[in-house]
């Protein structure tokens, strides 16, 4: 059997998502398992966003 090795952080990465998941299914988007949930999404979403919010840019609080 012979595999390519990824050279780079993107091909792994990419090399990941057309790997069929550990439950044989081939798209681990479809598989109910392996895909993420809604909430988990949003806390990765607040995680890596790129701007995180500061107290000095965070809009003040109404009276």
């Known amino acids: 059997m012979s595999r390519r090795i990824c ?5 792994a990465f990419e090399a990941g998502f057309k790997a069929p ?3 044989l ?3 681990p988007n479809d598989c109910p398992r392996c895909r993420l ?3 988990e999404i949003r806390r990765l979403v607040v995680l ?3 701007d995180p919010l500061t107290a000095a ?4 609080a109404a009276a």
């Open 21 to 23: 998941c550990e439950h």
């Open 37 to 39: 949930t809604e909430a």
């Open 48 to 50: 890596l966003r790129s």
């Open 57 to 60: 840019s965070a809009p003040a």
């Open 25 to 27: 299914v081939p798209d």
């Open 7 to 11: 050279l780079s952080a993107d091909e």
